[in-house]
């Protein structure tokens, strides 16, 4: 399979936030933004690999802002690592609440898909070629990220997570 870099699974979608949108705070739903998010993601994987997609977890979603009522909302997804059948997805959310267009980011987030043929089974995935830092940095914490899931799953034994012994084996010396 052939390689493909970070910027081909880019998917950009916008929204405004809506009445309907909001809870009693006149704020953006969380369930709303993960709807959104999980949308978006699973685009990109799909631009990756060009398969079926599921959405095997949700890693981590951060809400650092709230976002109100009548707001833009701009979600940046990209694939930042591929693994056999499961691809690694960050999604950027950015904020718009006036007329000058200017941008802050309100919240991130990062799911795992798995690739699945038409029974469902998972297929193998193309590798990701990371460019600028910001992607480098996301295909090198991924590794990390998806040993600690699978540690904290049950299905790893910490003393196989290469990338996490120093922090189950802190006085271990390393190679």
């Known amino acids: 399979m052939s390689p493909k870099k970070v910027s081909e699974s880019l998917t950009v979608m916008t929204e405004i936030v809506l009445p309907n949108d909001?809870?009693?705070?006149?704020?953006l739903f969380g369930g709303q933004l993960l709807s959104w998010m999980d949308r978006c993601a699973a685009i990109s994987a799909h631009r990756h690999c060009g398969r079926i997609v599921v959405t095997a977890s949700v890693n981590n979603v951060s809400f650092q802002l709230p976002i109100p009522e009548g707001s833009i909302v701009t979600l940046e997804a990209r694939?930042?690592?591929t693994f056999t059948s499961s691809l690694e997805v960050f999604v950027d959310v950015f904020?718009?609440?006036n007329a000058k267009g200017a941008r802050?980011?309100?919240n991130e987030a990062i799911y795992t898909f798995v690739a699945v043929d038409q029974l469902g089974n998972p297929i193998q995935v193309p590798p990701v070629v990371p460019?600028?830092?910001i992607e480098k940095s996301r295909f090198d914490g991924?590794?990390?990220r998806r040993q600690l899931a699978l540690i904290l799953a049950g299905k790893m034994s910490p003393n196989d997570a290469t990338e996490l012994r120093a922090l189950f084996f802190p006085n271990e010396k390393q190679n």
Not at 22 to 27: H, I, P, Q, S
């Open 104 to 106: 802050r980011k309100a």
């Open 95 to 97: 904020l718009e609440k």
């Open 142 to 144: 991924a590794l990390r």
């Open 22 to 27: 909001t809870n009693n705070l006149k704020n």
């Open 79 to 81: 694939v930042s690592r």
């Open 131 to 133: 460019e600028s830092e």
